[in-house]
């Protein structure tokens, strides 16, 4: 299982890294061409809009492995740890009802952009709404694998790259 959980995590921080690598390229060589060839293209911004909402949905589930993701954590600290940790085993449940309910919600925003195209690609709005169920579909997989350690507060990475843990 920790093989499978590995290649996971790096499949997803490789989708989140192309994407984002992707945004600066076409936005950088956009520039260029505006700016030093005197000419753009109109299909940029909307790419780079869709590849941006790609990478924040997918790059949500390794947030919440390295402990990123806004919390509240003040009524936490101040219950004893049974408790605590009860509470945290609740929030487990609601990102999993709130995660699979996007992911459904987002299937179905998929199925009804699918026949409608985009303004300046053409594309089938059904292809970057896709970013929802992907993005839901790996945080779900990461809350899957990591729920345990995210109730023991045991992250992967702190602000300064070093293991956390609560």
């Known amino acids: 299982m920790q093989v499978l959980e590995t290649w996971i995590v790096a499949l997803n921080r490789a989708l989140v890294a192309a994407a984002l690598a992707a945004v ?4 950088f060589a956009n520039v260029v061409g505006r700016y030093g060839l005197g000419a753009s293209f109109a299909w940029v911004e909307e790419v780079a809009r869709h590849l941006m909402i790609l990478g924040a949905f ?24 049974a408790l ?8 487990v449940i609601v990102m999993f009802g709130f995660m699979a309910t996007m992911l459904w919600l987002g299937i179905r925003f998929v199925e009804f952009g699918w026949n409608k195209e985009t303004m300046s ?11 929802i169920p992907i993005g839901c579909a790996l945080f779900l997989i990461q809350l899957a694998f990591f729920a345990k350690r995210f109730v023991n507060q045991e992250f992967e990475h702190g602000p300064d790259g070093d293991k956390v843990e609560g």
């Open 121 to 131: 690609t053409g594309i089938s709005r059904g292809i970057p709404y896709l970013a």
């Open 24 to 27: 600066f390229a076409i936005v």
């Open 84 to 91: 605590a940790r009860l509470l945290r085993w609740g929030i």
């Open 58 to 81: 997918c790059g949500a589930g390794l947030a919440l492995r390295e402990g990123r993701l806004v919390a509240i954590t003040t009524i936490p600290d101040l219950l004893p740890d």
